[in-house]
């Protein structure tokens, strides 16, 4: 009898434990099917984030002449990826475009012919004069190349514009007109003085951001005819808290994070948070390009 009922005990532990064994499969199979449906309904865009780009080749950018930062990036890298984003026929967006056709309310219908293309957005923060006069010529070789304006968007301290710094110059009003004028530059705020925004009352809110913004805009007169300039913010530190963002929507259709991840262009999305990847020295081009494409790190 005891033999039995052992018997009975080990029958049940050994159907509950496949039923369990069971029911974990058939949630980790809908939730791989989850991920791969919204991933076919829902729009991918990388918001790849730079700082400064260097030349490997050119003494000058290299130490002892020069401070190394962990997110310089080298300008024989940067031109190679851009130059296969170009022959896999990117979208190169602004951030105007990006807010028009995926995050106003309602968006703009996208053009036809850009449909069925895939889509990147390049940034750089802090508006380095090394990183100009490094991305520049590469934008216009590229251009006449493969005959492809691409667009390259600047979040930018106008404060410090053309300001010799301690350890890095900035790129001058000149610098973003030029660019500007060529029809390669999209010119977006970083805050007047990247003064980090959860630490400041209303009256320094309000000078960090709308200050950017005159800036930029007096910068650039007679060669914003649309009025683009500084309608978009990427937060310096990546910082925002409540208070600030009451301030930020005064002044600005959308905010860029730095937090590593794309953005998804779903039912949840947010204007004032978008995410940006952050870009470093250790990405290589084949990581960037995977990213690009939808793949992972």
């Given at each position: 009898m005891?033999?039995?009922?052992?018997?009975?005990k080990?029958?049940?532990?050994?159907k509950f434990?496949?039923?369990?064994?069971v029911?974990v499969?058939?949630?980790?199979?809908?939730?791989g099917?989850f991920r791969?449906?919204?991933?076919?309904?829902f729009?991918?865009?990388?918001?790849?984030g730079?700082?400064?780009?260097i030349?490997?080749?050119?003494p000058?950018?290299?130490?002892?002449?020069?401070l190394?930062?962990s997110?310089?990036?080298f300008k024989?890298d940067?031109?190679a990826f851009?130059?296969q984003?170009?022959r896999k026929?990117y979208?190169?967006l602004t951030?105007?475009?990006?807010?028009?056709?995926?995050?106003a309310?309602p968006?703009?219908?996208?053009?036809?012919?850009?449909r069925?293309?895939?889509?990147?957005l390049?940034?750089?923060?802090?508006?380095y004069?090394?990183?100009?006069?490094?991305?520049?010529?590469i934008?216009?070789k590229?251009?006449?190349?493969y005959?492809?304006?691409?667009?390259i968007?600047?979040?930018i301290?106008?404060?410090?514009?053309?300001?010799?710094g301690t350890?890095?110059?900035?790129?001058?009003?000149q610098?973003?007109?030029t660019?500007?004028?060529k029809?390669?530059y999209?010119?977006?705020?970083?805050?007047?003085?990247h003064?980090?925004?959860?630490?400041?009352?209303?009256k320094d809110l309000?000078?960090e951001?709308l200050?950017?913004?005159?800036?930029?805009?007096?910068?650039t007169d007679?060669?914003?005819?649309t009025?683009q300039?500084?309608?978009?913010?990427?937060?310096?530190?990546?910082?925002?808290?409540?208070?600030a963002?009451?301030?930020v929507?005064?002044y600005?259709?959308?905010?860029y994070?730095?937090n590593?991840?794309?953005?998804r262009?779903?039912?949840?999305?947010?204007r004032?948070?978008?995410?940006?990847?952050?870009?470093?020295r250790n990405?290589?081009?084949?990581q960037?390009l995977?990213?690009a494409?939808?793949?992972?790190l």
């Open positions: 005891k033999l039995l009922f052992d018997g009975w080990d029958f049940k532990r050994r434990f496949k039923t369990v064994t029911i499969l058939a949630f980790l199979f809908g939730l099917l791969i449906s919204t991933e076919l309904l729009e991918e865009i990388p918001i790849f730079f700082h400064d780009i030349d490997r080749d050119n000058q950018e290299r130490p002892p002449d020069r190394e930062w997110s310089d990036y024989q940067f031109e851009l130059t984003l170009v026929k979208w190169f951030t105007e475009e990006l807010y028009d056709y995926f995050l309310d968006p703009k219908p996208i053009p036809s012919e850009k069925k293309q895939k889509k990147v390049i940034s750089f923060d802090d508006g004069k090394s990183a100009h006069q490094n991305i520049l010529p934008l216009e590229l251009d006449r190349t005959n492809t304006p691409i667009k968007v600047w979040f301290n106008p404060a410090f514009m053309g300001i010799p350890a890095l110059d900035r790129a001058s009003c610098d973003f007109r660019g500007l004028e029809g390669y999209d010119l977006q705020s970083h805050t007047s003085n003064e980090n925004l959860t630490t400041l009352d209303s309000k000078k951001l200050g950017s913004q005159n800036l930029l805009r007096a910068c007679n060669l914003d005819p009025n300039v500084a309608n978009h913010l990427a937060y310096p530190f990546g910082a925002v808290n409540r208070f963002l009451k301030e929507k005064k600005y259709k959308s905010g994070l730095y590593g991840k794309t953005l262009i779903d039912w949840f999305r947010d004032y948070f978008l995410p940006r990847i952050t870009v470093n990405h290589s081009v084949e960037l995977k990213i494409s939808g793949g992972w």
